[in-house]
């Protein structure tokens, strides 16, 4: 306030030397007042605007005891012209019972991936002579296929005719579709697959690369 009041003196004094109109003294004090206050306002940092809340990213959720849950994902890898299939069987406490990875030729198309993916998480739950499960993946597309009791006539539909052939003699309940984050274990066997050959399958374990992403699903 000092300074703009010594400012408007200063400035009262030039119009006296060059105006026939003087600056009247009685305004000094609420000229400097004014300039204060606009110059306040022009250098006044805006407020923010509070951004909503974001949304958590949905973990894996366990199925109800006693089912297991079997997650499935494809990875492709245009550069080597080949793709990764992924599977993790979880129980109901989020313990791995089984993960797999294998690598294959590239099919036509992403949905052709995830629809291996699929099949290959039924063969190994047969395998491995499970009891009810769930089987999800973060693929929306197979999943609705999977749900649907029509034959699918997309260009993996041949796929989906077989898993359901598959389910006959099986105890699946459900399919249920996921986010990538709730995926996250069969997503990164699927990636992982890159540095193997064939298929690999670990009994109550994943490879090592894969420990904490698993862990990370409990935060």
């Known amino acids: 306030m000092f300074a703009s009041i010594t400012w408007t003196i200063w400035r009262r004094r030039n119009q006296l030397r060059t105006s026939s109109r003087p600056f009247p003294l009685a305004q000094v004090v609420p000229s400097a007042r004014q300039m204060l206050h606009e110059y306040t306002e022009a250098n006044q940092t805006p407020t923010l605007q509070s951004l909503p809340p974001q949304r958590s990213q949905p973990r894996w959720e366990p199925p109800p005891p006693p089912f297991i849950k079997i997650n ?62 769930i089987v999800e993946g973060d ?37 249920s579709h996921t986010r990538r984050s709730g995926n996250s274990v069969a997503h990164s066997l699927a990636k992982f697959t890159k540095t193997i050959d064939g298929v690999l399958v670990w009994m109550e374990d994943v490879p090592p690369p894969i420990l904490d992403v698993l862990l990370a699903d409990f935060g």
Do not use: W
């Not at 993790?88 to 019972?97: E, F, M, Q, T, W």
């Open 139 to 175: 693929s929306e597309v197979v999943i609705s296929a999977l749900r649907k009791k029509e034959d699918s006539f997309s260009s993996f539909g041949y796929l989906i005719s077989s898993v359901k052939q598959f389910l006959v003699n099986c105890n699946c309940i459900s399919f």
């Open 72 to 133: 499935f994902d494809g990875a492709l890898f245009k550069d080597i012209e080949e793709a990764g299939l992924g599977v993790a069987v979880r129980d109901s406490h989020g313990n791995i019972l089984a993960s797999l990875a294998e690598k294959i030729k590239m099919p036509s198309s992403s949905d052709e991936v995830e629809a291996l993916a699929a099949v290959r998480a039924i063969t190994l739950a047969m395998d491995l002579n499970l009891p009810s499960f």
